[in-house]
């Protein structure tokens, strides 16, 4: 795509508006003109992620927002193909599948999670989570939102999530593939992939599916022990508790890690 600055217009302006809206940076009306508030949102977006600061969206800028289509990711796990995880998610569109199950596997391979039981782990709690295996927010339910009350009341004063308070609740809710969620959650793993305190400065960057595999793969590995040791037990219940915290999405995260197992080898090679 050409390089969009200001004086720029039309359609491929309307969607970097749309994108950087989508990641919380307010570039105003999604006009399709790329004036001053424009630029100034590409700005705070290529702070925010780590990019030079000059307010032109080239072909870095464009590929971190999504406006082009990334380069195809090749698996490290090549042994787990996309036809397996389509028999454990039976109704999720192949093509999503395809573009995200190299990220989630790559993101295990870097956390040493590559083996059969810990994949299985990392795809069931997917299913569980975000069946659409698409990294996403969580939506506003009864169990976030009291009734009257603004989004996500219900977490702002979580001191088990790390919340201070309004506007946390909504400002760190689930997001990506595991539905990270909390304060504290978004401060330790976004330090442990490497995102420093980014992660808490922009909480919609845990949707963008590289970093949302790797929170996935992160999380995974902070209880990698007690996982281990409860799939091993043949304790599914157990193993999904330990990282919702209940037993939401059981019937699915089941289903998945017992179809898989049927599927995916026993001894994987990375």
């Not at 909504?170 to 304060?183: A, C, D, V, W």
Request: aromatic letters at 6%; hydrophobic letters at 40%; a negative charge.
């Amino acid at each position: 795509m050409a390089v969009l600055e200001q004086g720029s217009s039309g359609p491929e302006v309307a969607d970097l508006q749309n994108k950087l809206r989508a990641r919380g940076f307010d570039p105003g009306a999604s006009d399709g003109s790329f004036g001053a508030g424009t630029a100034a949102a590409v700005e705070a977006f290529q702070r925010s992620a780590g990019l030079g600061a000059d307010g032109v969206v080239g072909p870095q800028t464009a590929a971190a927002l999504g406006l082009v289509a990334p380069a195809p990711v090749a698996s490290l796990i090549p042994a787990v193909t996309v036809a397996m995880v389509c028999g454990m998610f039976p109704d999720t569109p192949a093509q999503n599948i395809e573009e995200n199950l190299p990220l989630v596997l790559n993101a295990l391979v870097q956390a040493q999670l590559a083996n059969q039981a810990m994949i299985l782990m990392a795809l069931g709690t997917i299913r569980a989570e975000t069946e659409v295996f698409l990294a996403i927010s969580e939506g506003q339910s009864q169990f976030n939102t009291s009734p009257g009350g603004h989004p996500f009341d219900l977490y702002d004063s979580r001191k088990d999530l790390g919340n201070l308070g309004p506007p946390d609740g909504e400002l760190f809710k689930g997001r990506g593939f595991i539905q990270l969620t909390g304060r504290t959650n978004y401060q330790v793993h976004g330090n442990a992939i490497g995102l420093g305190n980014q992660l808490i400065e922009n909480p919609d960057l845990a949707n963008d599916p590289t970093v949302a595999a790797q929170l996935l793969a992160s999380f995974l590995k902070s209880r990698e022990q007690s996982i281990a040791t409860a799939l091993a037990g043949g304790d599914l219940a157990t193993a999904r508790r330990l990282v919702n915290g209940g037993s939401n999405g059981l019937d699915r995260f089941t289903d998945a890690y017992n179809i898989g197992k049927s599927l995916i080898p026993d001894s994987i090679s990375a």
